[in-house]
Protein backbone atom coordinates (compact mmCIF):
# COMPACT_ATOMS: atom_id res chain seq x y z
CA UNK A 1 0.00 0.00 0.00
CA UNK A 2 1.31 3.33 -0.80
CA UNK A 3 0.38 6.55 1.37
CA UNK A 4 -1.63 9.19 -0.68
CA UNK A 5 -0.84 12.96 -0.13
CA UNK A 6 -3.14 14.44 2.52
CA UNK A 7 -3.03 11.16 4.38
CA UNK A 8 -3.57 12.53 7.84
CA UNK A 9 -6.61 14.31 6.92
CA UNK A 10 -8.05 11.18 4.74
CA UNK A 11 -6.97 8.79 7.42
CA UNK A 12 -9.20 10.84 10.23
CA UNK A 13 -12.06 11.13 7.53
CA UNK A 14 -11.79 7.65 6.70
CA UNK A 15 -12.30 6.73 10.45
CA UNK A 16 -15.21 8.57 10.48
CA UNK A 17 -17.21 7.34 7.41
CA UNK A 18 -16.30 3.38 7.71
CA UNK A 19 -17.12 3.73 11.15
CA UNK A 20 -13.47 2.59 12.81
CA UNK A 21 -13.56 4.90 15.96
CA UNK A 22 -14.31 3.23 18.67
CA UNK A 23 -16.64 6.05 20.27
CA UNK A 24 -19.39 5.64 17.13
CA UNK A 25 -21.90 2.91 17.41
CA UNK A 26 -20.61 -0.35 16.52
CA UNK A 27 -23.15 -1.29 13.00
CA UNK A 28 -20.83 -2.98 11.01
CA UNK A 29 -23.43 -3.82 8.01
CA UNK A 30 -21.30 -0.86 5.87
CA UNK A 31 -18.38 -2.33 6.82
CA UNK A 32 -19.59 -6.06 5.48
CA UNK A 33 -20.08 -4.20 1.86
CA UNK A 34 -16.95 -2.92 1.60
CA UNK A 35 -14.94 -6.03 2.99
CA UNK A 36 -16.84 -8.49 1.15
CA UNK A 37 -14.30 -11.15 -0.59
CA UNK A 38 -11.26 -8.47 -0.25
CA UNK A 39 -8.16 -9.07 1.95
CA UNK A 40 -6.64 -6.29 4.07
CA UNK A 41 -4.25 -5.14 0.95
CA UNK A 42 -6.81 -4.38 -0.86
CA UNK A 43 -9.11 -2.53 1.46
CA UNK A 44 -5.74 -0.23 1.86
CA UNK A 45 -5.73 0.28 -1.61
CA UNK A 46 -9.20 0.88 -2.38
CA UNK A 47 -10.90 2.36 0.77
CA UNK A 48 -8.46 3.53 3.43
CA UNK A 49 -6.11 5.40 1.24
CA UNK A 50 -3.23 3.52 1.69
CA UNK A 51 -3.47 3.11 5.45
CA UNK A 52 -1.49 -0.25 6.83
CA UNK A 53 -3.35 -2.92 6.54
CA UNK A 54 -2.21 -4.01 10.62
CA UNK A 55 -4.25 -0.23 10.95
CA UNK A 56 -7.10 -1.29 9.85
CA UNK A 57 -6.61 -4.83 11.20
CA UNK A 58 -6.18 -3.39 15.23
CA UNK A 59 -9.38 -0.86 14.75
CA UNK A 60 -11.25 -3.98 13.55
CA UNK A 61 -9.80 -5.52 16.59
CA UNK A 62 -10.97 -2.88 18.90
CA UNK A 63 -14.45 -2.47 17.63
CA UNK A 64 -14.95 -6.70 17.53
CA UNK A 65 -15.36 -6.49 14.20
CA UNK A 66 -14.68 -9.69 11.88
CA UNK A 67 -14.38 -9.74 7.87
CA UNK A 68 -16.18 -11.47 5.87
CA UNK A 69 -13.08 -12.59 4.08
CA UNK A 70 -10.93 -16.05 4.22
CA UNK A 71 -7.68 -14.97 5.77
CA UNK A 72 -4.89 -15.40 3.88
CA UNK A 73 -3.15 -17.94 5.27
CA UNK A 74 0.82 -18.22 5.28
CA UNK A 75 2.77 -20.83 3.96
CA UNK A 76 4.08 -21.30 7.20
CA UNK A 77 0.91 -22.15 8.75
CA UNK A 78 -0.38 -24.37 6.26
CA UNK A 79 2.44 -26.52 6.36
CA UNK A 80 2.26 -26.65 9.98
CA UNK A 81 -1.64 -27.76 9.61
CA UNK A 82 -0.31 -30.70 6.98
CA UNK A 83 1.74 -31.60 9.65
CA UNK A 84 -1.03 -31.53 12.75
CA UNK A 85 -2.89 -33.66 9.85
CA UNK A 86 -0.20 -36.50 8.92
CA UNK A 87 0.16 -37.46 12.86
CA UNK A 88 -4.33 -37.35 12.61
CA UNK A 89 -4.54 -34.52 14.96
CA UNK A 90 -7.98 -32.87 15.19
CA UNK A 91 -7.94 -29.08 15.20
CA UNK A 92 -9.63 -26.22 14.54
CA UNK A 93 -8.37 -23.37 12.55
CA UNK A 94 -9.04 -19.06 13.19
CA UNK A 95 -10.94 -19.64 16.19
CA UNK A 96 -12.28 -16.26 17.26
CA UNK A 97 -15.03 -17.76 19.87
CA UNK A 98 -12.45 -19.01 22.49
CA UNK A 99 -10.51 -15.29 23.80
CA UNK A 100 -12.49 -13.34 21.56
CA UNK A 101 -11.97 -10.97 20.04
CA UNK A 102 -8.43 -12.06 19.47
CA UNK A 103 -8.01 -15.09 16.87
CA UNK A 104 -6.13 -18.16 17.76
CA UNK A 105 -4.90 -19.59 14.44
CA UNK A 106 -4.96 -23.23 15.82
CA UNK A 107 -7.12 -24.80 18.39
CA UNK A 108 -6.40 -28.03 19.20
CA UNK A 109 -9.71 -28.43 22.29
CA UNK A 110 -8.66 -32.31 23.19
CA UNK A 111 -5.31 -31.27 24.39
CA UNK A 112 -6.43 -27.76 25.47
CA UNK A 113 -3.63 -26.32 23.42
CA UNK A 114 -3.60 -23.69 20.94
CA UNK A 115 -0.63 -22.31 18.36
CA UNK A 116 0.09 -19.43 16.95
CA UNK A 117 2.25 -18.63 14.02
CA UNK A 118 3.84 -15.42 14.02
CA UNK A 119 4.95 -14.58 10.97
CA UNK A 120 7.99 -11.64 11.57
CA UNK A 121 6.97 -9.05 9.33
CA UNK A 122 3.17 -8.66 10.58
CA UNK A 123 3.61 -9.11 14.45
CA UNK A 124 7.04 -6.65 14.24
CA UNK A 125 3.60 -4.07 14.56
CA UNK A 126 1.93 -5.72 17.46
CA UNK A 127 2.99 -3.69 20.89
CA UNK A 128 5.30 -5.85 23.11
CA UNK A 129 2.63 -6.66 25.37
CA UNK A 130 0.70 -8.07 22.66
CA UNK A 131 1.96 -11.81 22.87
CA UNK A 132 2.12 -11.96 26.59
CA UNK A 133 -1.40 -11.06 27.22
CA UNK A 134 -2.87 -13.53 24.65
CA UNK A 135 -0.49 -16.14 26.07
CA UNK A 136 -2.74 -14.98 29.72
CA UNK A 137 -5.83 -15.03 28.09
CA UNK A 138 -5.58 -18.58 26.97
CA UNK A 139 -3.96 -19.83 30.31
CA UNK A 140 -7.49 -18.19 32.16
CA UNK A 141 -9.34 -20.86 30.19
CA UNK A 142 -6.58 -23.89 31.03
CA UNK A 143 -5.23 -23.45 27.49
CA UNK A 144 -1.27 -23.96 26.91
CA UNK A 145 -0.75 -21.68 23.91
CA UNK A 146 2.36 -22.36 21.66
CA UNK A 147 3.81 -19.50 19.76
CA UNK A 148 6.08 -20.23 16.73
CA UNK A 149 7.93 -17.50 15.18
CA UNK A 150 8.62 -17.85 11.21
CA UNK A 151 11.99 -17.56 11.98
CA UNK A 152 12.40 -20.80 14.11
CA UNK A 153 9.38 -22.90 12.07
CA UNK A 154 12.30 -22.22 8.99
CA UNK A 155 15.38 -22.94 10.69
CA UNK A 156 14.25 -25.51 13.34
CA UNK A 157 11.45 -26.99 11.89
CA UNK A 158 12.29 -30.38 13.70
CA UNK A 159 12.90 -28.78 16.97
CA UNK A 160 9.68 -27.20 17.00
CA UNK A 161 7.73 -30.29 15.97
CA UNK A 162 9.42 -32.38 18.71
CA UNK A 163 7.82 -29.79 20.73
CA UNK A 164 4.45 -29.94 19.45
CA UNK A 165 4.05 -33.74 20.24
CA UNK A 166 5.60 -33.93 23.07
CA UNK A 167 2.88 -31.35 23.93
CA UNK A 168 0.19 -33.80 22.81
CA UNK A 169 2.37 -37.15 24.10
CA UNK A 170 3.60 -38.34 21.23
CA UNK A 171 6.88 -39.64 21.38
CA UNK A 172 9.22 -42.26 19.27
CA UNK A 173 10.94 -43.32 22.13
CA UNK A 174 10.26 -43.77 25.91
CA UNK A 175 13.18 -44.22 28.11
CA UNK A 176 13.74 -44.29 32.05
CA UNK A 177 16.09 -41.86 34.10
CA UNK A 178 16.83 -44.96 36.11
CA UNK A 179 18.63 -46.59 32.96
CA UNK A 180 20.74 -44.11 32.03
CA UNK A 181 24.39 -42.74 33.53
CA UNK A 182 24.76 -39.16 34.55
CA UNK A 183 28.07 -37.65 33.57
CA UNK A 184 29.82 -33.86 32.36
CA UNK A 185 29.63 -33.62 28.41
CA UNK A 186 32.56 -32.13 26.66
CA UNK A 187 32.19 -28.80 24.89
CA UNK A 188 32.26 -29.94 21.54
CA UNK A 189 29.36 -32.85 22.07
CA UNK A 190 27.00 -30.08 24.07
CA UNK A 191 27.21 -27.32 21.50
CA UNK A 192 26.24 -29.90 18.77
CA UNK A 193 23.23 -31.57 21.12
CA UNK A 194 22.34 -28.10 22.41
CA UNK A 195 22.01 -27.01 17.84
CA UNK A 196 20.63 -29.90 17.23
CA UNK A 197 17.67 -30.35 20.16
CA UNK A 198 17.44 -26.98 21.80
CA UNK A 199 15.29 -24.15 20.25
CA UNK A 200 17.54 -21.75 21.40
CA UNK A 201 20.67 -23.24 20.92
CA UNK A 202 23.86 -23.91 21.78
CA UNK A 203 25.22 -21.86 25.13
CA UNK A 204 28.44 -21.28 26.98
CA UNK A 205 28.72 -23.12 30.18
CA UNK A 206 29.04 -26.45 32.57
CA UNK A 207 27.52 -29.45 30.68
CA UNK A 208 25.60 -32.81 32.38
CA UNK A 209 23.70 -35.17 30.60
CA UNK A 210 22.15 -38.45 30.96
CA UNK A 211 23.16 -41.73 28.55
CA UNK A 212 22.38 -44.54 27.76
CA UNK A 213 25.41 -46.63 26.65
CA UNK A 214 27.43 -43.84 24.51
CA UNK A 215 23.94 -41.92 23.20
CA UNK A 216 23.16 -38.74 25.25
CA UNK A 217 19.46 -38.38 25.29
CA UNK A 218 19.16 -35.91 27.82
CA UNK A 219 21.22 -32.50 29.06
CA UNK A 220 21.44 -29.34 30.76
CA UNK A 221 24.02 -26.31 30.70
CA UNK A 222 24.57 -24.30 34.32
CA UNK A 223 26.94 -21.34 34.85
CA UNK A 224 27.56 -18.16 36.98
CA UNK A 225 23.96 -16.58 37.70
CA UNK A 226 23.39 -13.23 36.34
CA UNK A 227 20.67 -12.91 39.05
CA UNK A 228 23.41 -12.71 42.13
CA UNK A 229 24.67 -14.80 44.00
CA UNK A 230 24.30 -19.02 42.90
CA UNK A 231 24.59 -20.73 39.45
CA UNK A 232 21.90 -20.67 36.88
CA UNK A 233 20.10 -23.23 34.92
CA UNK A 234 20.87 -21.76 31.61
CA UNK A 235 19.59 -24.76 29.02
CA UNK A 236 17.91 -28.35 29.38
CA UNK A 237 16.87 -29.82 26.69
CA UNK A 238 16.34 -34.22 25.57
CA UNK A 239 16.70 -35.80 22.11
CA UNK A 240 14.44 -34.59 19.38
CA UNK A 241 11.00 -37.42 19.89
CA UNK A 242 12.94 -38.55 23.23
CA UNK A 243 10.55 -38.68 26.49
CA UNK A 244 13.15 -39.24 29.31
CA UNK A 245 10.71 -40.20 32.25
CA UNK A 246 12.09 -38.53 35.21
CA UNK A 247 15.39 -37.21 33.56
CA UNK A 248 15.33 -33.72 34.70
CA UNK A 249 15.10 -34.58 38.72
CA UNK A 250 18.29 -37.01 37.81
CA UNK A 251 20.11 -34.42 36.34
CA UNK A 252 19.04 -31.69 39.23
CA UNK A 253 20.52 -34.22 41.89
CA UNK A 254 24.01 -34.85 39.76
CA UNK A 255 23.67 -30.75 39.47
CA UNK A 256 23.24 -30.51 43.28
CA UNK A 257 25.86 -32.85 44.52
CA UNK A 258 28.05 -31.01 42.19
CA UNK A 259 27.93 -27.61 43.07
CA UNK A 260 25.87 -27.54 46.36
CA UNK A 261 24.84 -23.80 46.10
CA UNK A 262 21.45 -21.58 44.94
CA UNK A 263 20.06 -22.63 41.45
CA UNK A 264 18.05 -20.05 39.30
CA UNK A 265 16.30 -20.70 36.42
CA UNK A 266 13.61 -19.48 34.15
CA UNK A 267 11.15 -20.78 31.44
CA UNK A 268 10.25 -19.10 28.01
CA UNK A 269 6.18 -18.76 28.38
CA UNK A 270 6.32 -18.60 24.26
CA UNK A 271 6.54 -22.81 24.85
CA UNK A 272 6.41 -23.73 28.58
CA UNK A 273 4.84 -22.63 31.66
CA UNK A 274 7.72 -23.74 33.57
CA UNK A 275 5.90 -26.26 36.05
CA UNK A 276 8.56 -28.92 35.58
CA UNK A 277 10.86 -26.51 37.90
CA UNK A 278 7.81 -26.14 40.36
CA UNK A 279 8.92 -29.06 42.81
CA UNK A 280 12.67 -28.43 43.04
CA UNK A 281 11.81 -24.58 44.33
CA UNK A 282 9.71 -21.26 44.77
CA UNK A 283 8.34 -19.00 41.87
CA UNK A 284 10.22 -15.85 41.96
CA UNK A 285 8.20 -13.94 39.24
CA UNK A 286 7.35 -12.96 35.70
CA UNK A 287 10.05 -11.11 33.44
CA UNK A 288 8.07 -8.10 31.53
CA UNK A 289 8.81 -8.73 27.19
CA UNK A 290 11.67 -7.79 25.81
CA UNK A 291 12.40 -7.07 21.46
CA UNK A 292 13.57 -9.22 19.52
CA UNK A 293 14.78 -9.14 15.72
CA UNK A 294 16.02 -10.97 13.01
CA UNK A 295 19.14 -10.22 10.76
CA UNK A 296 20.13 -12.73 8.42
CA UNK A 297 17.93 -14.96 10.36
CA UNK A 298 20.11 -14.53 13.27
CA UNK A 299 18.08 -13.84 16.20
CA UNK A 300 19.06 -10.99 18.16
CA UNK A 301 17.68 -9.61 21.74
CA UNK A 302 17.05 -5.64 22.70
CA UNK A 303 16.46 -5.26 26.38
CA UNK A 304 14.59 -2.50 26.21
Known sequence: ??????????KKATFEKYNLDQNLPSDHEHLDVICKGRSYIELSN?????????????????IQYNPPFTKQTSSGERELCKFL???????????????????LDIYIPEYNLAIEYNGLYWHSFHDKNYHINKTQLCSNKGISLLQIFEDEWILKTDIVKS?????IGIFKERIYARKTVCQKVDKVLAKTFL??????????????????????VAMVTVGTSRFGSGIELLRYCSLLGTQVVGGFSKLMVCIKLQYKTDIKTYAD???????????????????????????????????R
Request: glycine content about 8%; hydrophobic content about 30%; some cysteine.
Open 195 to 216: DANHIQGSISGDHYGLFVDTTL
Open 1 to 10: AIKQEGYKEK
Open 269 to 303: LRYSTGKTYYKFGEYSHTSKPSYYWVHKWKLHRIN
Open 85 to 103: DEHGITYQTNVRDVICPLE
Open 163 to 167: IILAK
Open 46 to 62: NYFHGMPPMTIYRHFES
